[in-house]
């Protein structure tokens, strides 16, 4: 469910905001609106933070150019600190830099003293250097000559010194840079976080006189806690509900089970308004059906599952355990688990098949040469998701008389079902049944979606009927990507199978170039499994699905103004 919000109107005496700004973030409950801060104090701290993000990107830049590993010594460092080396480093390359482009220059005419030319030119001998790489001399009146360069500062020699002296700096500067241990500088970034936000609520402070108001956001279920912490602090509370026009924070509370997928709405930066439906629960039943067929191979979950695994133990093993990354272990879990069902089902292990499951009853009602079936469950799949948001819509919309056009547009897209399959020669057709309830429920539809007071406002919705029903037809063809994309991924497996073992070479000496073809062409097809992950399966439930539940995903998620770390 989304939990309800209050708008909150906080005052306090004015000379105590900072006291009061304390107590609140203690209290970890009240949401502000720290983005809109935008005021100098605010921007130091932003900058103190950008400071120290420059500083670590310097030393593994450093590493990286040195090809240093982690044997390499450490030593302590701070920001400003490693900020100077950077300048120092950044000096010294320029004048490096600078002195290759004139030794270019001037290398042509040979290794000379300049000071000798210039005394030579004051009497009456002119060294001329040409611009093309030749010189002349002339004798008597100083006059510019076409195509003259003027003469270096000091001889070719010496500026080779200074540029062997310059390069030496820079790796000495450079391998001061790596060896800083960057360790205290990350460990400052909560704390520079917190300067931030607290700068940021500092800044969204009103005063009025010897009183100061503060305004944010507060879940229900907090109020209680909130107003314990006000007769402690003396504070003044306005509690109120939301009213038209604002937009309150988003702050879904799913049942215990399906709570882990709260990470992936934050991870892929979604949140539904606050207005719009908690659909926590379908989303992550269908993601986990999605990434099982999308992967479409039970040795990839094998994989996903061991890396899991690993990542469980190491999580054990940490003395900071984050509720965050609990989560994602959790859900990899669960696709991952998903995905070796899917393995078992379909008897896909690398692209290749175990011969003593063949003959399972699932392995060969998916094994249709024809893809016919893997079709139908695709296109089953996308009816039963559409058709579960339309069921929710009437019964939230219930007792008002659209919750009738809701039904309809469920009759609609069964028809639509039914049609798909017809297409595509799974069914011989569409049934009688099917034609009389695809016609009723275009007319629910018609007559309910909008009210009879609603016409002047809305009409041009009715007109567009045709189209929308057209378009449910398409809902329910995107799915069949579950099949195409598994498809390919399974056939890219068994080519890469049959690159390694057919080479035509005595065993010997295939085993290093064929280990190395099933390294490269799985890991490889692993990643591209990832990526149609995050491209279909997350559009099936944020596109297709969400449309006709009638998720827009246009909230922002509820983040309390709360230390992050620890004392």
Not at 83 to 96: F, H, K, M, N, T
Not at 106 to 121: H, M, Q, T, V, W
Not at 510 to 524: D, E, S, T
Not at 525 to 547: D, G, K
Request: with cysteine; glycine share 8%; net charge neutral.
């Amino acid at each position: 469910m989304i939990v309800k919000m209050k708008h909150l109107d906080l005052v306090c005496v004015a000379q105590d905001t900072e006291k009061t700004l304390e107590a609140l973030r203690s209290l970890g409950a009240v949401h502000l609106d720290l983005a809109s801060a935008k005021g100098a104090e605010t921007q130091a701290r932003k900058n103190d933070a950008v400071m120290a993000e420059r500083a670590v990107r310097a030393i593994f830049k450093a590493r990286k150019s040195l090809e240093y590993g982690e044997s390499l010594q450490k030593l302590p460092c701070d920001t400003q600190g490693v900020l100077a080396l950077e300048a120092r480093l950044g000096d010294r390359l320029a004048q490096a830099d600078a002195l290759e482009k004139e030794i270019r220059k001037y290398e042509a005419y040979g290794d000379f003293d300049p000071d000798l030319a210039r005394s030579l030119k004051e009497n009456g001998v002119n060294l001329v250097l040409k611009d093309d790489g030749t010189y002349s001399i002339s004798y008597g009146e100083d006059a510019a000559a076409a195509g003259e360069i003027e003469l270096p500062r000091e001889s070719l020699s010496a500026m080779r010194s200074e540029l062997d002296a310059a390069q030496s700096d820079a790796l000495a500067l450079r391998s001061k840079l790596a060896a800083c241990d960057e360790t205290s500088i990350l460990s400052q970034y909560p704390e520079l976080a917190d300067r931030i936000a607290f700068a940021a609520a500092k800044e969204l402070i009103e005063k009025a006189g010897e009183v100061a108001v503060i305004s944010g956001w507060i879940p229900v279920p907090k109020i209680a806690a909130l107003k314990e912490n006000t007769a402690k602090n003396g504070w003044g509370v306005l509690l109120r509900d939301v009213v038209a026009g604002e937009t309150p924070p988003t702050l879904i509370e799913p049942p215990k089970l399906f709570r882990p997928v709260k990470a992936l709405f934050d991870g892929l930066g979604i949140a539904p308004a606050y207005t719009e439906s908690d659909v926590s629960v379908p989303f992550m039943c269908y993601f986990s059906l999605f990434f099982a067929m999308l992967v479409g191979d039970g040795a990839y979950g094998l994989i996903f599952l061991a890396a899991t695994l690993l990542g469980w133990r190491k999580y054990r093993a940490s003395a900071s355990r984050s509720p965050v990354a609990k989560s994602w272990l959790v859900l990899l879990t669960v696709f991952s688990l998903a995905t070796v069902a899917w393995g078992v089902l379909s008897n896909t292990w690398f692209g290749a098949n175990i011969p003593a499951c063949a003959e399972w009853p699932s392995v060969k009602w998916l094994a249709d040469p024809s893809y016919k079936n893997m079709m139908l469950l695709c296109f089953t799949i996308g009816a039963s998701h559409l058709v579960l948001a339309r069921l929710w819509n009437a019964v939230c919309k219930l007792p008002d008389t659209t919750a009738i056009a809701e039904l309809g547009w469920a009759g609609v897209l069964v028809m639509m079902y039914l049609v798909t399959n017809a297409i595509v020669g799974i069914f011989p057709g569409v049934p009688q049944w099917g034609i009389w309830m695809g016609g009723i429920s275009v007319a629910l539809v018609f007559l309910f979606s909008v009210k009879p007071s609603e016409l002047k406002t809305r009409g041009a919705e009715l007109g567009m009927l045709p189209l929308n029903i057209m378009s449910a037809l398409g809902d329910i063809i995107s799915y069949v990507r579950l099949f195409a994309v598994g498809l390919a991924s399974v056939k890219v497996a068994e080519n890469f199978n049959q690159m390694a073992v057919g080479m035509d070479l005595p065993l010997w000496l295939k085993i290093v170039p064929m280990v190395a073809i099933l390294v490269v062409g799985h890991g490889l097809n692993l990643a591209m499994a990832a990526l149609s992950i995050l491209v279909h399966a997350v559009r099936l439930n944020t596109l297709e699905f969400s449309n006709h539940k009638g998720v827009s995903w246009a909230g922002y998620s509820y983040r309390p103004f709360a230390r992050t770390a620890r004392i």
